[in-house]
Nanobody, 124 residues
Framework: VQLQASGGGLVQAGESLRLSCTAS????????MGWFRQAPGKEREFVAV????????YYADPVKGRFTISRENAKNTAYLQMSGLKPEDTAVYYC??????????????????WGQGTQVTVSS
């Protein structure tokens, strides 16, 4: 599967953005979808994950209550709605997918498929 992330941009603190991740192929509903981010000089970190039907989601502590992950299988698309953005949310955001996670969902190494990344910059 090929993933295309979009929706990043430059916003001020407190504003919102919605990221999208569109997948190719007809097996999108099989995949667990995750979002990760990487700030300059830092390691890639887990942000959120949604299971195949959208019924189960998990979030990293720094984004709980501000970010919402969702998906529309009919559109082969996963979303990350980000509200109350903070300067520390500035990073390149990546979507990831896998049909069988071989380890913890918050570990980047268990995802086989990755999007190209979209830059999110939050000014203070």
């Amino acid at each position: 599967v090929q993933l295309q992330a979009s929706g990043g941009g430059l916003v001020q603190a407190g504003e919102s953005l919605r990221l999208s991740c569109t997948a190719s192929g007809r097996t999108f509903r099989r995949y667990t979808m995750g979002w990760f981010r990487q700030a300059p000089g830092k390691e890639r970190e887990f942000v959120a994950v949604v299971n195949w039907n959208g019924g189960t989601t998990y979030y990293a502590d720094p984004v709980k209550g501000r970010f919402t992950i969702s998906r529309e299988n009919a559109k082969n698309t996963a979303y990350l709605q980000m509200s109350g953005l903070k300067p520390e949310d500035t990073a390149v955001y990546y979507c990831a997918a896998d049909d069988i996670l071989s380890g913890a969902y918050y570990t980047s190494g268990v995802y086989h498929y990755w999007g190209q990344g979209t830059q999110v910059t939050v000014s203070s």
